[in-house]
């Protein structure tokens, strides 16, 4: 009876230790792409690092259940898009109100070309906020395309064939295109 | 701009402000996971313990009180305040999984079903959890009329009466109108992202 608790014990240790060394691990390795994610569903902080924690949860909550049936990466950005999806639910109002909020980017400071590097973040406040107005199907598989997976791990993700991808990748290309490039003719 | 390289290149690198070290977020992940827990526990616990304590008071007042109509008043609190317990234990807790590592339709459908059982308890309220309660102290309040012998009801009769229908009243308004409305828009808000992905599927 003892041996078998402490086997018991023994392997609840073992278990919450593959958990944890997982979950630090995938933070790690992803961690700044579930941030860009988070952004680009909440935009502003706190809300942007309320939704990545919530993603963080979701993350650690479904360690133990991974079962390798697909790859770590696409199972890893469906649980972050799902929960995204669902907290957008959530916080509908508080998110419409900030979508019309510009967003600001800290500005780097080895950049030596000041006018170049105004251009490159104004560029990123234009994409940033094009992507976070794209319907939801749009938006993840554009995301998933700019986190540099490939056709076959963002059919695995969203559900839709590799030519559809192909297809709706054009179209949003091109949308992000004139949205960026028509905003900047027209801040000039 | 920019072909999809570029774009590529200025989306990865976005400079990120405040990131949180892993080890730190997993304090904060595991801190978060403990206190949904213990906040579902306590609530429960509490919910158990202000229920049984219904029960003991009504069910002394009643084993205590001779009068029968009193009495029975009595003993339908204390009833219905049990049965509000078990009511909670069976149903209450009953939560649909949704697994966010399923596909998006997948996962917000079982996200909708799990509206739809909060929804559903949330409508019930009246039966289960006033009613029973309610019933009670209606007919305490009518013996309590009666002791004082036939004669017309003076306002005070009706002060008690009017002080719990108010309370039950603001607490069917409160899980009925505003927490169902709550949990409506935001399903309805899911089910519209579900349409927006069939859509787009069958489209293409």
């Not at chain 1, 590097?117 to 794209?134: D, F, G």
């Not at chain 2, 989306?11 to 990120?16: F, I, R």
């Not at chain 2, 012998?149 to 009706?158: K, N, Q, S, V």
């Not at chain 2, 949990?183 to 489209?203: P, V, Y």
Request: charged share 25%.
């Amino acid at each position: 009876m003892m041996v078998g608790e402490a086997t018991l014990e023994t392997r609840e240790l073992i278990r919450d230790a593959s958990q944890r060394e997982a979950f630090l691990r995938l933070i790690g390795q992803y961690g700044p792409a579930l941030t860009r994610l988070a952004g680009a569903y909440a935009g502003q902080n706190p809300e942007r690092e309320d939704l990545f924690q919530e993603i963080a949860v979701a993350i650690w909550q479904a360690v133990p259940k991974f079962r390798g049936e697909s790859s770590e990466r696409t199972w890893l950005y469906r649980i972050a898009h799902n929960v995204a999806v669902s907290s957008m639910a959530k916080v509908h109002r508080r998110h419409q109100i900030e979508e019309g909020m510009p967003e600001r980017f800290d500005r780097v400071s080895s950049a030596s070309d000041a006018e170049q590097e105004a251009l490159r973040v104004e560029r990123l406040r234009l994409l940033s906020e094009s992507i976070r107005s794209l319907p939801v199907p749009d938006r993840e598989v554009i995301l998933l395309h700019l986190e540099g997976l490939s056709y076959a791990e963002i059919e695995e993700v969203s559900g839709l064939s590799q030519s559809a991808i192909a297809a709706r990748l054009t179209r949003i290309r091109e949308k992000l295109r004139q949205k960026i490039g028509g905003r900047e003719a027209g801040g000039r | 701009m920019n072909s999809g390289d570029e774009l590529r290149e200025l989306w990865c690198a976005q400079p990120l402000r405040e990131q949180t070290k892993a080890e730190d977020l997993l304090v904060l992940v595991q801190r978060r996971t403990h206190s949904f827990d213990r906040m579902i526990a306590v609530r429960n616990l509490a919910e158990c313990l202000a229920g049984g304590l219904v029960v003991l008071f009504f069910g002394w007042l009643g084993w205590r009180t001779q009068e029968t109509l009193m009495r029975t008043g009595y003993f339908v609190v204390a009833a219905g305040a049990a049965w509000i317990i078990y009511y909670l234990v069976r149903y209450g807790n009953a939560r649909v999984s949704a697994d966010p590592s399923q596909s998006l339709t997948d996962y917000t459908r079982a996200l909708v079903e799990r509206y739809d059982h909060q929804i559903r308890l949330l409508k019930m309220v009246k039966y289960w959890y006033l009613l029973p309660i309610y019933t009670g102290l209606l007919i305490t309040s009518v013996a309590l009329f009666l002791e004082h012998g036939w004669r017309i009801p003076a306002w005070r009769d009706f002060a008690m009466p009017a002080l719990y229908t108010a309370f039950f009243a603001a607490v069917w308004w409160l899980n009925e109108v505003y927490s169902v409305g709550r949990l409506r828009k935001q399903r309805a808000r899911l089910l519209s992202m579900i349409e927006d992905c069939k859509l787009t599927r069958s489209g293409e």
